[in-house]
C-alpha cells in the first residue's frame, strides 16, 4: 500500500528552479495548490546552493540584451535554441531585480551603490552579479525563506520513482514518490508535474554536482515517453580540485578567479593557454580551458597526481582573501592558502547542457509535464557559459511557475492507473528482496571509470562504441543488485536506485556522443575534430517508445543569429 496524496502542481525538485517556480505560482494564485518534493533538505540540497560565481545580467547601460544574447549562441556553438537564450537575456534583468527587491537577497555593491558585476569567461561584458563567492547560498536562503513564509507544502528527504501516466501515455497525471527517511511510498494524484531535479552527471568519477543529482528527472521523464534532446553535451569545469581519497576531489573553483586574472600552468611551470586560445587565455570558454587542460595532462606534462595549477598569488593575498572568502576556505581545509600559493585541479565534469525538450514557458511534448533549470535543455547550446546557470534557473523556473498556475486552472484531475504504481513499487522493491547480489557501490566505481575515460572530454567513436556495450553490461548487473535493511533511510537501496537513473542518462549521453559527428563545444571528437556546420548545425533527439529507444536529427532555426 502506498500513502495517497493530491495537489494542484506538484514540483520535483527544490533548487533555484523548483523554489522560484513554486513561488510564482503560489504569487498568482493563492488557492492553487503547490507542492514541493525535494530529495535532502529545503535549501540545503542541490547545486544552485554550490553557486560561487554568480548571475549573468544586462544591467551597464554600456552593454546590452543583444551582446548577452550573442555571447550566449557563440557560447554554445548555435546549437541553441535561440528563442530560448533571448528569453533568458530579456528575463534576467527582471528576475535579478525581483531576487533582490523582493525576495530579499543582498548582492554586492559597487561603490556608487549599484549592484557589482565581475568578469567571467567567454563574455564580452563584465555582467557577473555575485554576492563575493557565495552567490548561491545567498540565493537559495532567501528563497527558502520565502518558501516558508508563504507555508508551501514541502516533503523533504523524498524521492521521485516514477511518473504517472493517463492509459494512452500522452498526459502526465501523477507520480510515485519514496520518503527515504520513513521508507514510505507515496501516490500523487497532480494535474501538473514540473522537473526541476537537475539532471547532473554524477555519471562520471570526477563531478562537481551536489550528491542528490543522479539524472532522476532526466530518467523518469525519458521512461514515460518525453522527448530529450542534445543529452551528448556535457560541461566540464576547468578547474576541480584534486585531492586523492576525498569527497572534496573534483569539487569546483569558480571562475571567477580566471575571470579576476588566474593564471593556469602545466607540471613544467609553462602557462599553457596561451598556444590553446592566445587571445582569450584563461578567460576563454569552459569546454576550451577544460580540453587545453585534459590534452596537458594527457601528454604527460601533468602534475604527479594528475592535474594542473591554478595560480592567483600574484594578485595579491589581501585581494584574495577579500573576494573570494569561500574558495579560500574550502583549499584551506585540505592544507593549501590559495591566497599565497598554487593548487592543483583538473577538469571535473559539471553541467548536462542536454535534458527536457522545452519551448519558453516550461512545456514539454506530453501534456501536463513542464522542466525548468538542469532538467530542460536549449538554452545552452553545446556549452554553458559561467553565470547563466544560476540565470536560467531562476528566470525559468519563474516562468514556469506563471505558466503552470494559470494551465492547471483549466485541467482536471484524472484517475491514477494503479498498474502503474504496482509497477513502480515492484521495481523498486526488487533490490530489497534479493539475500545476495552485485554490490552496488563497486558499481558506481566501474560506470565512472567507463564515462571518464570513453564519453569524457575527448571523445572517440571507438571508445563510444565500447562505452554503450560496457553500460548496457553495468545495467544487467545493476539488475541483480541486493540491498538488505528494509525500505527505512536505507543508503544502499538509495544507491541502487540512483544508479538505475545514472545509467538511463550515462547511455543516452553516450549514443549521443556517437552520432553527433563533429566537435562543437563540450562535445569533442578525436575522429571528427572540426566544427562542420553544413551538416551538424542540428540537435540531436532521444525518446522511448514501444519499440525502444528512437533517436533522430532536427536543424537548428537560425532565425536570430547565424555563425
Given at each position: 500500500?502506498?500513502?495517497?496524496?493530491t495537489?494542484?502542481?506538484?514540483?520535483?525538485?527544490t533548487?533555484?528552479?523548483?523554489?522560484?517556480?513554486?513561488?510564482h505560482?503560489?504569487?498568482?494564485?493563492?488557492?492553487?495548490?503547490?507542492?514541493?518534493?525535494?530529495?535532502?533538505?529545503?535549501?540545503?540540497?542541490?547545486c544552485?546552493?554550490?553557486v560561487?560565481?554568480?548571475?549573468?545580467?544586462?544591467?551597464?547601460?554600456?552593454?546590452?540584451?543583444?551582446?548577452?544574447?550573442?555571447?550566449?549562441?557563440?557560447?554554445?556553438?548555435?546549437?541553441n535554441?535561440?528563442?530560448?537564450?533571448w528569453?533568458?537575456?530579456?528575463?534576467?534583468?527582471r528576475?535579478?531585480?525581483?531576487?533582490?527587491n523582493?525576495?530579499?537577497?543582498?548582492?554586492?555593491?559597487?561603490?556608487?551603490g549599484?549592484?557589482?558585476q565581475?568578469a567571467?569567461?567567454?563574455?564580452?561584458f563584465?555582467?557577473?552579479?555575485?554576492?563575493?563567492d557565495?552567490?548561491?547560498?545567498?540565493?537559495?536562503?532567501?528563497?527558502?525563506?520565502?518558501?516558508?513564509h508563504?507555508?508551501?507544502?514541502?516533503?523533504?528527504?523524498t524521492?521521485?520513482l516514477?511518473?504517472?501516466?493517463?492509459?494512452?501515455?500522452?498526459?502526465?497525471?501523477?507520480?510515485?514518490?519514496?520518503?527515504?527517511?520513513?521508507?514510505?511510498?507515496?501516490?500523487?494524484?497532480?494535474?501538473?508535474?514540473?522537473?526541476?531535479?537537475?539532471?547532473?552527471?554524477?555519471?562520471?568519477?570526477?563531478?562537481?554536482?551536489?550528491?542528490?543529482?543522479?539524472?532522476?528527472?532526466?530518467?523518469?521523464a525519458?521512461?514515460?515517453?518525453?522527448?530529450l534532446?542534445?543529452?551528448?553535451?556535457?560541461?566540464?569545469?576547468?578547474t576541480?580540485?584534486?585531492?586523492?581519497?576525498?569527497?572534496?576531489?573534483?569539487?569546483?573553483?569558480?571562475?571567477?578567479?580566471?575571470g579576476?586574472?588566474?593564471?593556469?600552468?602545466?607540471?613544467?611551470?609553462?602557462?599553457?593557454?596561451?598556444k590553446?586560445?592566445?587571445?582569450?587565455?584563461?578567460?576563454?570558454?569552459?569546454?576550451?580551458?577544460?580540453?587545453?587542460?585534459?590534452?596537458?595532462?594527457?601528454d604527460?606534462?601533468?602534475?604527479?597526481?594528475?592535474g594542473v595549477?591554478?595560480?592567483?598569488?600574484?594578485?595579491?593575498?589581501?585581494?584574495?582573501?577579500?573576494?573570494?572568502?569561500?574558495?579560500?576556505?574550502?583549499?584551506?581545509?585540505?592544507?593549501?592558502?590559495?591566497a599565497?600559493?598554487?593548487?592543483?585541479?583538473?577538469?571535473?565534469?559539471?553541467?548536462?547542457m542536454?535534458?527536457?525538450?522545452?519551448?519558453?514557458?516550461?512545456?514539454?511534448?506530453?501534456?501536463?509535464?513542464?522542466?525548468?533549470?538542469?532538467?530542460?535543455?536549449?538554452?545552452?547550446?553545446?556549452?554553458?557559459?559561467?553565470?547563466?546557470?544560476?540565470?536560467?534557473?531562476?528566470v525559468?523556473?519563474?516562468?514556469?511557475?506563471?505558466?503552470?498556475?494559470?494551465?492547471?486552472?483549466?485541467?482536471?484531475?484524472?484517475?491514477?492507473?494503479?498498474?502503474?504504481?504496482?509497477?513502480a513499487v515492484?521495481?523498486?522493491?526488487?533490490?530489497?528482496?534479493?539475500?545476495?547480489?552485485?554490490?552496488?557501490?563497486?558499481?558506481?566505481?566501474?560506470l565512472?571509470?567507463v564515462?571518464?575515460?570513453?564519453?569524457?572530454?575527448v571523445?572517440?567513436?571507438?571508445?563510444?562504441?565500447?562505452a554503450?556495450?560496457?553500460?548496457?553490461?553495468?545495467?544487467?548487473?545493476?539488475?541483480?543488485?541486493?540491498?538488505?535493511?528494509?525500505?527505512?533511510?536505507?543508503?544502499?537501496?538509495?544507491?541502487?536506485?540512483?544508479?538505475?537513473?545514472?545509467?538511463?542518462?550515462?547511455?543516452?549521453?553516450?549514443?549521443?556522443?556517437?552520432?553527433?559527428e563533429d566537435?562543437?563545444?563540450?562535445?569533442?571528437?578525436?575522429?571528427?575534430?572540426?566544427?562542420?556546420?553544413?551538416?551538424w548545425?542540428?540537435?540531436?533527439?532521444?525518446?522511448r517508445?514501444?519499440?525502444?529507444?528512437?533517436?533522430?536529427?532536427?536543424?537548428?532555426?537560425?532565425?536570430r543569429?547565424?555563425?
Open positions: 500500500m502506498t500513502e495517497q496524496l495537489t494542484d502542481i506538484l514540483i520535483l525538485g533548487g533555484g528552479a523548483g523554489l522560484m517556480a513554486a513561488l505560482a503560489h504569487w498568482r494564485d493563492p488557492n492553487v495548490e503547490v507542492t514541493l518534493v525535494s530529495k535532502g533538505l529545503l535549501g540545503k540540497s542541490g544552485t546552493r554550490m560561487q560565481g554568480g548571475y549573468n545580467v544586462v544591467l551597464n547601460p554600456k552593454d546590452s540584451v543583444q551582446a548577452h544574447f550573442e555571447d550566449t549562441v557563440k557560447g554554445g556553438g548555435f546549437i535554441d535561440q528563442d530560448l537564450a528569453t533568458l537575456v530579456n528575463d534576467a534583468p528576475i535579478v531585480l525581483e531576487l533582490e523582493k525576495i530579499g537577497c543582498l548582492f554586492d555593491r559597487s561603490p556608487d549599484r549592484i557589482h565581475k567571467f569567461a567567454g563574455q564580452t563584465d555582467r557577473t552579479v555575485h554576492k563575493g557565495l552567490t548561491g547560498i545567498e540565493i537559495m536562503a532567501r528563497l527558502r525563506d520565502q518558501v516558508l508563504t507555508g508551501i507544502r514541502c516533503l523533504q528527504e524521492r521521485g516514477e511518473l504517472l501516466t493517463t492509459a494512452d501515455g500522452k498526459r502526465v497525471i501523477g507520480a510515485v514518490l519514496l520518503d527515504i527517511r520513513r521508507g514510505v511510498y507515496i501516490t500523487v494524484r497532480c494535474k501538473a508535474v514540473i522537473l526541476a531535479t537537475g539532471a547532473g552527471p554524477l555519471m562520471y568519477q570526477r563531478s562537481a554536482c551536489a550528491q542528490e543529482k543522479t539524472s532522476d528527472g532526466l530518467a523518469m525519458y521512461r514515460v515517453g518525453t522527448h534532446m542534445d543529452m551528448e553535451m556535457v560541461q566540464f569545469h576547468p576541480g580540485l584534486v585531492v586523492p581519497g576525498s569527497r572534496l576531489n573534483g569539487a569546483l573553483l569558480e571562475e571567477g578567479l580566471r579576476a586574472g588566474a593564471h593556469l600552468f602545466n607540471g613544467k611551470g609553462e602557462r599553457y593557454m596561451q590553446y586560445d592566445p587571445e582569450r587565455q584563461e578567460r576563454s570558454t569552459r569546454d576550451r580551458v577544460s580540453r587545453a587542460g585534459y590534452m596537458e595532462i594527457a604527460g606534462r601533468g602534475t604527479e597526481n594528475g595549477w591554478l595560480d592567483v598569488s600574484h594578485l595579491g593575498a589581501e585581494f584574495v582573501e577579500k573576494n573570494f572568502v569561500g574558495m579560500r576556505d574550502r583549499c584551506l581545509r585540505i592544507g593549501v592558502d590559495l599565497r600559493e598554487k593548487i592543483e585541479v583538473c577538469p571535473t565534469a559539471h553541467f548536462n542536454g535534458g527536457v525538450r522545452i519551448n519558453r514557458d516550461g512545456f514539454s511534448n506530453l501534456t501536463g509535464l513542464f522542466a525548468a533549470g538542469e532538467d530542460s535543455s536549449g538554452v545552452h547550446g553545446a556549452n554553458r557559459l559561467g553565470g547563466n546557470g544560476v540565470a536560467e534557473s531562476t525559468f523556473g519563474a516562468r514556469v511557475g506563471d505558466t503552470v498556475v494559470q494551465w492547471v486552472k483549466d485541467a482536471d484531475l484524472t484517475e491514477i492507473q494503479n498498474e502503474q504504481v504496482n509497477q515492484e521495481t523498486a522493491d526488487a533490490f530489497l528482496a534479493r539475500d545476495k547480489g552485485e554490490n552496488v557501490f563497486a558499481l558506481r566505481e566501474e565512472g571509470k564515462m571518464w575515460d570513453r564519453v569524457g572530454i571523445r572517440h567513436g571507438d571508445k563510444l562504441k565500447r554503450i556495450q560496457e553500460i548496457a553490461m553495468l545495467q544487467e548487473r545493476t539488475n541483480t543488485v541486493a540491498a538488505k535493511g528494509g525500505r527505512k533511510f536505507n543508503l544502499g537501496w538509495q544507491q541502487a536506485l540512483d544508479m538505475r537513473n545514472l545509467l538511463t542518462a550515462a547511455d543516452l549521453i553516450a549514443r549521443s556522443a556517437l552520432m553527433r566537435s562543437r563545444g563540450a562535445h569533442y571528437r578525436e575522429d571528427f575534430s572540426t566544427t562542420d556546420n553544413a551538416n548545425l542540428k540537435n540531436i533527439y532521444s525518446a517508445n514501444d519499440d525502444g529507444l528512437k533517436m533522430w536529427t532536427e536543424s537548428v532555426k537560425l532565425d543569429l547565424k555563425p
